[in-house]
């Protein structure tokens, strides 16, 4: 069974760009989540998204969005690009359910670099 | 809201036995899970508890412990390939994100 796709693998922008990132899940997992990663923070929670519904939201600005396709697939979105959104950014997908979802799978990332 | 603790930094000798703590405190409370990360890859998932108790996965434990609110993971017979970021999780009960800790650095010496 394939493994989380993530594209691009790697992008450079500059301020006051947009930029929309991809993620396709495990075959048969309905529940995807984003995180943003950079040093010393850990995992910081973007959203999560379940049949397509947002079903969390994390305290990010209004500036990221997200969405998800009938397929599971989803994309995020972060407009207005910002220096401090450099970051590795991971998709990590899961079945869904209440035990499941402890079981997260994670995408190799998309490395965003703003400058 | 959910909150984790784990200790920054981890030092350990090749061969030897190393425990990785992790306290929380959430509303609710499903289970602990525990993340592996090596420098330039991807979180991967290591272990769940839903129960009081100890999970043994190979080299690899996980224990929680409810009443204290409180887990490990162990690690034994320390490998250098085991040097690499590891974080817990937990999430509140109801449709709640999965939380990280700010992950622990384990460091495997000769």
């Known amino acids: 069974k394939a493994g989380v796709t993530q594209t691009p693998r790697y992008l450079i922008k500059t301020r006051g760009q947009q930029v929309t990132l991809s993620c396709s899940p495990i075959?048969?997992?309905?529940?995807v989540s984003w995180y943003q990663q950079t040093p010393g923070q850990g995992l910081q929670f973007l959203f999560e998204y379940f049949s397509e519904t947002q079903r969390n939201k994390g305290n990010f600005p209004g500036r990221f969005s997200g969405r998800q396709f009938s397929n599971s697939r989803s994309e995020m979105n972060v407009s207005t690009l910002e220096l401090g959104d450099s970051a590795l950014y991971l998709c990590?997908?899961?079945?869904?359910?209440?035990?499941?979802?402890?079981?997260?799978?994670f995408g190799p990332g998309t490395r965003l670099t703003v400058t | 809201g959910q909150s984790l603790e784990q200790p920054s930094e981890v030092t350990a000798v090749e061969g030897a036995i190393v425990q990785i703590n992790c306290t929380y405190q959430t509303s609710g409370f499903y289970g602990l899970s525990w993340y592996q990360q090596h420098d330039g890859g991807a979180p991967t998932f290591l272990s769940y508890n839903a129960l009081d108790g100890l999970e043994e996965t190979g080299r690899f434990s996980s224990f929680l412990s409810r009443s204290d609110s409180y887990g490990y993971l162990l690690l034994q017979e320390l490998q250098m390939k085991d040097s690499a970021s590891y974080f817990c999780?937990?999430?509140?009960?109801?449709?709640?994100?999965?939380?990280f800790g700010k992950g622990t650095r384990l460091s495997v010496i000769a």
């Open positions: 075959s048969g997992h309905r529940s």
């Open positions: 990590a997908s899961s079945l869904g359910t209440t035990s499941g979802f402890y079981e997260q799978y």
């Open positions: 999780a937990v999430r509140d009960r109801g449709n709640t994100p999965l939380v």
